[in-house]
RNA sequence: CGGGAUGUAGCUCAGUCCGGUAGAGUACUCGUCUGGGGGACGAGUGGUCGCAGGUUCAAAUCCUGUCAUCCCGACCA
């Protein structure tokens, strides 16, 4: 049967292109770069969702809802802001339909027209800081630690499922606190959680480090980024989180008085992640036969497949080691279809990347023993039915740490310390990744390699090492090694 | 937004150059035989040819516009 996968060796884009469509997580919408996130889909960012809000409220956070739209006014408000996003934005200038005159359909009703347009949201600070300059009166009101998980729309020219559409849900944090160093922590505390999500969850090894000021968001004083490796060798960044100083406050004029009765303006942050982690979900793991997906954020964790198809006796057993496993909290689907055969279902759980399939036959009945497949190895072992909850719980923690190091293991085989610019190419041409290289600090030099080669500076690491050298552009010194890479 | 390509059955595509009442494979439905890695045989269902105009006795085919998708750029998460 045709194996409709692109491979990813062929063609990588459309390798993706085929994972998203055929493994069943997104289908192309009626809307230009809009996307129809499909139950697959959907299921593995309900997940992510449900862990995110979990740490979210873990430290301290609560959820909001702010509206969909904005006043044209609100978004010049602060001038980085404004320059970052007023290319992409969606505008509402009408409420009103009316039959077409000529009975063709319907026409804006030009006598509907808006005395303010609204533009649908990009992202929420505008709206939001105007909202807490009500809320923020003194100290004693900060910090203010609210999250929203919502829609955004930016009107991107080039959009690709998951990794960049015109909508997208997300969620966006906005805090407000009453002094630098505390809004300063907040931000180092919320990227923290993302790498551990990310980590832990996604088994996607990220970096965690801070934006150049060319990459910062806009209206930001520093943003703190994690970033991603995907298997063809270009950097996704997967969430960030903005120290804001206080630029939005000032904006809105958002005030409170200290314990001295002084009156400041707040300090803030914003932080987000967005669908575009399934994007980099898929491109961390999956292979060439589909999708792979982690056990931690898979919707479905093991199914059985009875064999040759579901008799009596062999559902019987099926039952009762399903409800075995999900005694343990495993999440397990039994398949029931009597049409389809073994063969066409094994393609297609691999296909949509559940994590563990028994296989389970009437010879398996007689020896008393079921087939164990993994789907990051392809693996298949037969052991012995009376352990197989056990054995299945420690194989999906397997699969977990497996896929992470899997992942760790390809990030640090493409990492790579450039100290001049044909070693710098040849490394970026040859095997992509992360290149570790020397920078003078300067945007000139920042744009003018990405003009040159097409990478950006990802980050400056964390784990940033003082280390002399000399800037791989301009020979002026440089006090340590930043991460290039091609980026998503 | 520029350059290139493509829209015909759920999917992959032929037919378009040279206008004449819509094709294949696959999927789907039913039946029989099957059954431990995408089954075999037989009989069926399914398309206002992306959409809107135009030319023509006649348009999937020619012309204009438009929408969408893919690839490559520029821009961005």
């Not at 085929?18 to 889909?41: E, F, N, T, Y």
């Not at 809000?53 to 809802?65: E, R």
């Not at 939005?248 to 002084?262: H, P, R, T, Y």
């Not at 990478?455 to 784990?463: E, F, G, L, S, V």
Request: aromatic share 8%.
């Amino acid at each position: 049967m045709a194996k409709a996968i692109t491979t990813r060796e062929e063609n990588y884009s459309q390798w993706y292109n085929d994972i998203v469509k055929k493994a069943g997580l997104a289908d192309h919408s009626a809307v230009r770069g809009c996307m129809v996130i499909k139950p697959l889909g959907f299921a593995i960012w309900e997940n992510m969702k449900a862990q995110l809000d979990a740490m979210f409220k873990d430290t301290g956070h609560v959820n909001a809802y702010f509206p969909l739209f904005i006043p044209k006014s609100f978004l010049s408000k602060e001038a980085d802001h404004v320059e970052g996003f007023a290319k992409e934005c969606a505008v509402v200038t009408h409420h009103r339909l009316m039959n077409n005159p000529d009975g063709s359909g319907v026409v804006v009703d030009p006598s509907a027209k808006l005395e303010e347009e609204l533009i649908v949201r990009p992202t929420s600070e505008t709206i939001i800081w105007n909202t807490y300059k009500d809320w923020i009166q003194s100290y004693r009101d900060l910090p203010l630690l609210i999250n929203q998980w919502a829609n955004v729309v930016r009107w991107e020219m080039r959009t690709r499922p998951f990794l960049r559409t015109a909508e997208f849900l997300w969620q966006e944090g906005h805090t407000a606190h009453a002094t630098r160093e505390e809004a300063i922590e907040e931000a180092k505390l919320i990227h923290e959680v993302y790498a551990r999500f990310a980590e832990d969850y996604m088994a996607m090894p990220v970096i965690k480090g801070a934006k150049s000021a060319n990459e910062r968001f806009a209206g930001a004083e520093e943003t703190y980024t994690i970033e991603a490796l995907m298997q063809d060798g270009k950097a996704l960044q997967a969430g960030t989180s903005h120290f804001l100083g206080q630029n939005f406050a000032k904006a809105f004029d958002v005030k409170f008085l200290n314990e001295n009765n002084q009156e400041e303006h707040v300090w803030a942050t914003s932080w987000g992640v967005s669908t575009r982690l399934v994007g980099g979900l898929v491109m961390s793991h999956s292979d060439d036969d589909g999708l792979v997906i982690p056990p931690r954020l898979a919707p479905t964790q093991v199914v059985i497949v009875p064999i040759p198809k579901p008799l009596p006796e062999i559902m019987e057993k099926a039952e009762a080691i399903a409800a075995a496993l999900k005694a343990k909290g495993v999440r397990v689907k039994i398949d029931k279809d009597a049409k389809k055969r073994p063969g066409f279902k094994f393609a297609q759980y691999e296909l949509e990347g559940v994590p563990v399939r028994l296989g389970l036959g009437k010879r398996d009945l007689a020896n008393g023993t079921i087939e164990v497949a993994r789907r990051d190895t392809k693996e298949k072992v037969s052991i012995d039915i009376a352990g197989v909850d056990r054995y299945v719980e420690q194989l999906l923690h397997d699969i977990q740490s497996g896929l992470l190091q899997k992942a760790k293991d390809y990030r640090t085989e493409h990492t790579t310390e450039a100290d001049n610019m044909d070693d710098f190419r040849g490394t970026l041409d040859e095997k992509g990744g992360f290149i570790s290289a020397h920078w003078d600090g300067t945007a000139e030099s920042e744009l003018k390699i990405k003009e040159m080669t097409k990478a950006t500076i990802r980050c400056i690491p964390n784990d940033f090492k003082e280390e002399k050298g000399s800037c791989i552009l301009s020979g002026k010194p440089s006090k340590g090694r930043v991460l290039f890479a091609k980026a998503y």
